[in-house]
């Protein structure tokens, strides 16, 4: 069998102002690529302010159609922007479907669904999480490689934690029906939903105070969920905890680089990396 050639396979390669508008849009490599990305950090930052001010009685009655200008102003602006990033990438349904596909996707949204439906608009604050952009930006790789241990340690620790929090409910559960029992609806236990209301506030050492046992049975069981609610809360702690302590650190920050793959936006390759590590396109 042939030996793959990854040279040959890329005689079908983007046209030059293609590849040249992935390397502005995804790339925070060259001068370009990180100057458009500081000016769509401050237009985020922008238009989150924006959508921030538009809540401020005071000023909204005085710069209302002003602020409203804005905003569309940045929609427009960030909708051509999710534009230019599916022409310029060879699978931009790899790019709608990633995380940051459909955070800029959501952070344009609103604001159309704002002119059949009244509200939506103050859901634009979803713009903040585009400026996990920063860390390309600054090539802080430190930062990129932290997150990829917390993230495979929380995919370790999902279905320990799942069985974990069903343990909990089973107790929540239990343990609100005694106090129904116990100190009933004229103590403010009207039901045992409620009960169990009261069960979560407490056990999770939040305590509003809105209901309280009365009776010295119902203190006594209220003092035992009050003491699990320690243990509870540091179990969650102790599985991710001990999945990132499996996790193996990267041997050099500096072995893993910003550059987005032209074909999947897949990033975090290695600094000497030819090809993508995940789809063998040609970096």
């Not at 129904?180 to 999770?204: A, C, L, N, R």
């Amino acid at each position: 069998m042939a030996k793959l050639d990854f040279e040959k396979i890329d005689k079908k390669a983007a046209p030059d102002w293609k590849v040249k508008m992935h390397e502005v849009i995804f790339e925070a490599d060259t001068p370009s690529g990180k100057l458009f990305d500081v000016i769509l950090l401050w237009a985020i930052l922008a238009s989150v302010i924006t959508v921030m001010l538009e809540t401020v009685d005071s000023i909204n009655v005085e710069y209302r159609d002003f602020l409203i200008i804005l905003e569309w102003v940045f929609t427009i602006l960030f909708s051509i922007e999710y534009v230019f990033r599916l022409i310029s990438i060879n699978k931009p349904w790899k790019y709608v479907t990633s995380f940051m596909g459909i955070v800029d996707l959501l952070s344009i949204l609103p604001t159309y669904i704002s002119l059949i439906v009244a509200g939506p608009q103050y859901l634009l604050v979803i713009r903040t999480v585009r400026l996990l952009r920063i860390f390309r930006i600054l090539k802080l790789t430190r930062y990129i490689s932290e997150a990829n241990i917390l993230k495979n340690a929380l995919r370790a620790s999902a279905v320990k934690i799942i069985v974990f929090i069903g343990g909990v409910v089973v107790l929540v559960l239990i343990m609100g029906t005694l106090m129904y029992i116990i100190e009933g609806p004229e103590h403010g236990f009207t039901s045992i939903p409620t009960s169990m209301y009261w069960t979560i506030v407490t056990i999770t050492t939040v305590g509003y105070g809105d209901i309280a046992p009365s009776t010295t049975l119902g203190q006594t069981l209220a003092s035992v969920i009050m003491l699990l609610g320690y243990g509870i809360i540091a179990v969650p702690t102790g599985i991710v905890g001990g999945e990132i302590a499996k996790s193996k650190m990267p041997r050099d920050e500096d072995e893993i680089t910003t550059q987005s793959c032209p074909h999947c936006s897949k990033d975090g390759h290695d600094y000497n990396a030819k090809h993508c590590k995940y789809c063998g396109e040609k970096l």
